[in-house]
């Protein structure tokens, strides 16, 4: 059984950085894709980014374009999640998830698509 637990979270000024990690235990990070999600309060979850199995491939959201960088190093079964250039907008808890992929080279969008959650981490960004 696969095991998600997401670090790094913590308070940020505007414009400040962060590296969110999210550590596997259970079973080998490189069956999966993996995606970040956050949730603000009173708002939806929404994706904010996602790794391919192979990590050949990233999407992100266009809030978060150009400001995060997702990676995966499947040797210490870790993913991070740089997030640079931080906006008061950016405050949520931020989740990992995964889901076990047969394809090398796919992500998945939604929030019902992975099987596998974190407990979540909180970022907040304000002065």
């Known amino acids: 059984q696969l095991q998600l637990v997401e670090s790094g979270g913590g308070l940020v000024q505007p414009g400040g950085s962060l590296r969110l990690s999210c550590a596997a235990s259970g079973s080998s990070l490189g069956y999966y894709a993996i995606s970040w999600f956050r949730q603000a309060p009173g708002k939806e979850r929404e994706g904010v980014s996602c790794?391919?199995?192979?990590?050949?491939?990233?999407t992100y959201a266009d809030s978060v374009k150009g400001r995060f960088t997702l990676s995966r190093d499947n040797a210490k079964n870790t993913v991070y999640l740089q997030m640079d250039s931080l906006k008061p907008e950016d405050t949520a808890i931020y989740y990992c998830?995964?889901?076990?992929?047969?394809?090398?080279?796919?992500?998945?969008?939604?929030?019902?698509?992975?099987?596998?959650w974190g407990q979540g981490t909180q970022v907040t960004v304000s002065s």
């Open positions: 790794i391919t199995r192979s990590g050949s491939t990233t």
């Open positions: 998830a995964a889901r076990r992929s047969v394809s090398h080279y796919a992500c998945y969008d939604r929030t019902n698509e992975y099987d596998y």
